[in-house]
C-alpha cells in the first residue's frame, strides 16, 4: 500500500495501523479485502435498497454486518455511523421507528461509505 493512500485514509479517520496489525501485518492482504469490501460486499447496497423499503429487519441486518467488516477494515468512521444506525433498528417493529433519526444517519453513512470507496478507487 502507498504512503499516499495510507495518508487518505487515515486523514479520513481510517485506523490502517490497527487494520494492518489484524491482517499480521501485511498490506497487501489489507488491500485485497479493500477491493474487496467495496467490489463484492453487498451489505451497503442492500442497506440503502432496506431503507428505502422500510424494511427495517433487513436493514439491521445489513447495517450490523457493514459495522463488522468497516471495524474489522479499521474504517472507524463507517463503523459509528453503522453502530448508529443498528442501535436505532435494533428491536424495533416498523412503526417504532424514528425515520428522522435512521433517513439522517443513512445520509452519513452514505457520504462516509463513498469517500471510502473514492479512495480505495483511487489508490488501489
Known sequence: ??????????????????????????????????????????NYDNLMSSLESKNYEEAFRCAHT???????LGLLPL????????????GKKPEEVDTAAVDAIKEEVKTTYHIFADIIKDCL
Open 66 to 72: 457493514l459495522k463488522g467488516v468497516s471495524v474489522n
Open 79 to 90: 463503523y459509528k455511523e453503522a453502530s448508529e444506525l443498528t442501535e436505532a433498528l435494533r
Open 1 to 42: 500500500m502507498n504512503e499516499k493512500c495510507k495518508s487518505e485514509l487515515q486523514k479520513n479517520g481510517a485506523d490502517v495501523k490497527s487494520a494492518l496489525r489484524s491482517f499480521m501485518g501485511k498490506e497487501e492482504m489489507y488491500e485485497k479485502y479493500l477491493v474487496k469490501f467495496l467490489a463484492e460486499d453487498p
